[in-house]
């Protein structure tokens, strides 16, 4: 399997272990861009939205590519689509260790 097709599997198991966003976490996402400006929030936010209006996976990964990447390289790395930060703070609670 090419790296493109693999990292989409990781986006899948991501996706997976995340909910839906609500409308108040989308706009947090919509907070962080208004202080930060940055494109990397630009494209949380785009993420955040698209699933919030479920949009399919297949979707949300191409028009928020930088953030569904950035999920799925997590998901690798640690077996957790959330920040390292996130999830030690979500302890039991975070959306990687409820489901085991
Ligand atoms: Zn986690």
Redesign the pocket.
């Given at each position: 399997m090419r790296r493109k097709e693999v990292m989409r599997k990781y986006y899948d198991q991501a996706t997976k272990l995340m909910s839906r966003p609500s409308f108040s976490d989308v706009m947090d996402e919509v907070e962080e861009l208004y202080k930060d400006k940055s494109l990397e929030e630009l494209y949380d936010v785009i993420h955040s939205v698209g699933r919030f209006v479920r949009l399919p996976d297949t979707v949300v990964w191409h028009i928020a590519k930088p953030t569904a990447m950035k999920h799925a390289v997590r998901m690798a790395d640690r077996g957790?689509p959330?920040s390292k930060r996130n999830?030690d703070l979500?302890d039991d609670k975070?959306?990687?260790?409820k489901s085991r």
């Open positions: 957790c959330r999830c979500a975070c959306c990687c260790r």
